[in-house]
């Protein structure tokens, strides 16, 4: 496994992320196939159709991730899997078209379905814990027991994410004074930050994230949210562990990505016997903002309406318009 992450990094820069998602994505590969070791021999893939016939039992997405770590791995040794590299991407570019086709009618999975709630039911949920803190924290406990603790930092997930729906990013958030981060870090451009200045917090600092490799590190500030800042503050005053989130039985450890997983999920099955992690939460708060906009199809149709009419887009459209 190492000989083969240590040849990709050769000719990619992986972050380590990235190179744990590989690990588990190349021994899964070598796992449906059968072949108790993992090595440099990747001939088990030539066997283009008898591959397909195991990936295609599974959902589009995941046969997308599949093929994309064949191509990878396959990709090590170009002029030795020539022909397949070519037969596995006709394959991914099918697959995108099909994933790309569903996504365009904008209706849930059945996966989605099964587990959505409406947005007012996630603001309501907000606002319940909301309550409950008012009701039952006293400023003066010195020492959260386990109950208060997970209310407080389950409270804080839900206000947070509202306003900065950051995926799985708050595992890895870490908390730091403003003059640390410029003396040891702001140079180094890796890791995510909570700045304070003086003890208070006031801006994310966040260089690991999903698509960072496209849009590069983004600073938020928390100028204008009060509230947030309040509970952040409240929240300091019993995390110490210099990370955003932590472990509920070992408070001095972060989330690993699957606990904090774990972590948002229960906080839906209590309430509404609901599987929801960051993902579909993102895909809900999404919906409610984009709610009264045309669908994707119906922007599609507008657009072939102008282009039959007009003969060019809707953008050299709006060009011509005059105001």
């Not at 960051?278 to 149709?301: A, C, M, V, Y």
């Amino acid at each position: 496994m190492d000989n083969i992450i240590s040849q990709i990094q050769e000719e990619r820069t992986l972050k380590p992320s990235t190179i744990k998602q590989y690990r588990t994505s190349i021994k899964k590969i070598f796992d449906m196939f059968n072949d108790e070791n993992i090595s440099t021999d990747f001939d088990f893939l030539k066997d283009t159709k008898k591959v397909m016939e195991k990936i295609g039992k599974e959902k589009v997405t995941q046969q997308k991730n599949r093929i994309g770590m064949i191509l990878v791995l396959l990709g090590l040794d170009k002029e030795r899997y020539e022909k397949e590299i070519d037969i596995y991407r006709n394959i991914a570019q099918k697959l995108r078209d099909k994933h790309d086709g569903f996504i365009d009618k904008q209706i849930k999975t059945e996966k989605q379905e099964a587990n959505w709630i409406d947005y007012k039911q996630y603001i309501r949920l907000l606002n319940k814990y909301k309550r409950e803190i008012k009701k039952s924290f006293s400023h003066s406990h010195k020492k959260l027991d386990k109950k208060h603790y997970t209310l407080l930092q389950e409270y804080l997930f839900l206000l947070l994410f509202n306003d900065f729906p950051f995926r799985n990013v708050y595992a890895t958030i870490k908390v730091i004074e403003e003059k640390e981060y410029d003396e040891k870090y702001r140079d180094e451009h890796t890791g995510n930050w909570l700045i304070l200045k003086n003890g208070t917090p006031y801006e994310f600092i966040i260089h690991e994230y999903k698509t960072s490799g496209s849009y590069g590190m983004k600073t938020i500030s928390l100028k204008k949210k009060k509230s947030i800042v309040n509970a952040l503050k409240v929240w300091l005053k019993y995390n110490s562990s210099g990370y955003l989130f932590t472990q509920i039985n070992d408070r001095s450890k972060p989330h690993s990505t699957n606990s904090f997983t774990r972590f948002v999920q229960n906080i839906f099955l209590k309430e509404f016997n609901k599987k929801i992690g960051t993902t579909l939460l993102r895909n809900i708060i999404i919906s409610h903002e984009k709610k009264d906009e045309p669908s994707i199809l119906e922007k599609q149709k507008k657009e072939e309406d102008i282009e039959n009419k007009y003969h060019h887009s809707s953008e050299m459209n709006d060009k011509y318009a005059k105001k």
